[in-house]
């Protein structure tokens, strides 16, 4: 079965194209916005529809019984395929991580992106997602250099560079914490330099220099920075870590500390809740000896 | 965060223009903490970061010359400012963390907003600062990290600075353009006290920018004492920031104290006790007597006239040892 355009498959228990006609401009609106189709799997049926087309039943089962058919048997095992996939490797292609927990959770049902299987149509979905929301404020362009490639994208003057990063440019390896500037997590790189990209508005960085957590590795190969973390069991949770790790790769240039006590006090600026500092601090400790 | 324009300022000139209705941004890292609050609601921010501010010069007769958008990791670890004013290296890399130090301004830092925690809570309706004439729930409140000096009915919040501290025995002169003019005007009389307008932070008028600070030459050795919760990236519990000319007898001696005054705290009376003694134990306990002498505790922070006396002494005793 040739799929050309990405189609959203839903499994609903309990769902039909009349009992969801308030929802109904909202989802078209979105599929209008993503570029792909959507089939809806329910107890009572199954459904087919596009941004502008009426839903088109493809099978139905009026008698309420927990099963449906599908259309052959290929569309079984891609679907099965997909959740699978799902399942297993978050985010997909069209949605963002955060979207997609959010969707998830308040529609309550999996669901899973079938992607056109050429790459172009992939593209074009990805970004038609970027298509903003109502502004509610005056929207500015800006050109950030990520990782050694610029993005131009159109922004509010509140968007943080964190959530440029994070929002729009999928680059969700920076995390955001307390987003006031206290914990570290959202550490990048602005011209060389550790910030808390929290702190910094977006805006303000055109044409400026920006390396994330997701620019460190060259190709396979980990940064040494990330291989010490590695080798001295730098992290628990995970989550402080790439703020961590862009912090420490800083500190080094920085050139400032020698004993572990000017470790801690320069790396003062990123939290570890689950306590890993001493690990952390001899990773950093071996990465500059290495260095 | 509430939507706002945004302008970015190619010179001065626009800057100034453009500070008529805008607020100045350069760092952000106070301004846009507390626009994400919601404690501060302005309708244009003035991006200043390409004005041509950021150099460090040896001024004439031998001071310092610093452009308002040095950061303070530049200018703490600025080779002048490391050899000749260690006081204020110290109080700069006291303040803040690395990567905040890398994006916080000397102008930013000067003009940093309270870290009371009743101004920063916007739904707390009583703040004298934030809705002047609301009250102040400070007051009666939670305030152990509160001032003891230079309060008022109105509020007790402290300066934040650390650098402020610095600046403030360094006999420093902020330099500000406006749309009237140029003014220079002492550090010591940059901040005002809360008194009946504790919204009124500074003698700086609107659409005036800080464009650059300086400090005349030191004599004698400086530093800077930091006493707070934890080891690091803390504000002061209290602070001390000294410059000292001794030998047999004290010659020259400036003392300013953070983390417990509602602006800068210069102590003349301090200074006083210290010129012409010896600098021993007991004339450094007896500066600091005098400089707390008008403190006024609240239940919760009654402890800090103690600690920022022993901080004082702490920090007298070190520098007159070398």
Known sequence: ?????????????????????????????????????????????????????????????????RSFEVEDGQMLVDALAAASDAMRTPPP??????????????????????GCRGSDKRGKAASAQETPKEPAGPEYEVTLNVN??????????????????????????????????????????LDGR??????????????????????????????????????????????????????????????????????????????CRCGAYPNIVAAIQAARKGA | MEPFSYVAASDEASALDAGRVGTFIAGGTNLVDYMRLGVLRPNTIVDITKLPLSQVEEAAGGGLKIGALVK????????????????????????????????????GNILQRT???????????????RAPGSGCAALGGFNRSHAVLGISDRCIATNPSDMNVALATLDATVHVKGPKGERDLRFVDFHTLPGEHPEIESVLQPGELITYVTIPPVTGRSHYVKVRDRASFAFALASAAVVLDAADTIKTARVALGGVGTKPWRSKEAEAALVGSKPTPETFRK??????????????????????????????TEVSHG
């Open chain 1, 148 to 189: 050694g490639t610029d993005h131009t994208l159109k922004v509010e003057a509140r968007v943080s560079l964190l959530d440029a990063l994070r929002e729009r440019l999928g680059l969700t390896g920076t995390k955001k914490g307390c987003d006031h500037g206290q914990c570290g997590a959202c550490t990048v790189h």
């Open chain 2, 287 to 316: 500066a600091a007597d005098a400089a707390l002498a008008a403190a006024k505790g609240q239940p919760t922070n009654m402890f800090k006239i103690e600690l920022a006396k022993r901080t004082l002494v702490r920090a007298l």
């Open chain 2, 115 to 129: 870290r009371c925690p009743y101004f920063r809570d916007a739904a707390v309706p009583q703040c004298n600062k």
């Open chain 2, 72 to 107: 303070n990791s530049d200018l703490a670890y600025h080779p002048l400012v490391e050899q000749r004013y260690p006081v204020l290296s110290e109080a700069l890399l006291a303040g803040a963390s690395p990567q905040i130090r890398n994006m916080a301004t000397t102008g």
């Open chain 1, 194 to 271: 550790r910030i808390k990209s929290c702190m910094q508005l977006a805006v303000m960085t055109q044409r400026r220099k920006v390396t994330t957590i997701e620019g460190l590795a060259n190709g396979e190969t980990l940064h040494p920075m990330q291989a010490a973390f590695i080798e001295h069991d730098g992290f628990q949770c995970g989550y402080c870590t790439p703020g961590q790790i862009m912090s420490a790769v800083a500190l080094l240039a920085e050139g400032k500390a020698k004993t572990d006590t000017d470790v801690r006090e320069l790396m003062s600026g990123n939290l």
């Open chain 1, 1 to 65: 079965m040739a799929m050309r355009r990405p189609r959203v498959l839903a499994y609903i228990h309990d769902w039909s194209p009349e009992g969801a006609h308030r929802e109904l401009p909202a989802i078209r609106a979105q599929l209008r916005g993503l570029g792909a189709e959507l089939a809806v799997i329910a107890d009572r049926g199954a459904w087919l529809l596009g941004p502008d087309d009426p839903p088109v039943a493809l099978v139905g089962d009026p008698q309420g019984e």
């Open chain 1, 93 to 114: 292609i069209t949605f963002t991580r955060r979207e997609w927990a959010l969707t998830s959770l308040c529609a309550g049902f999996a669901f899973v992106v079938l």
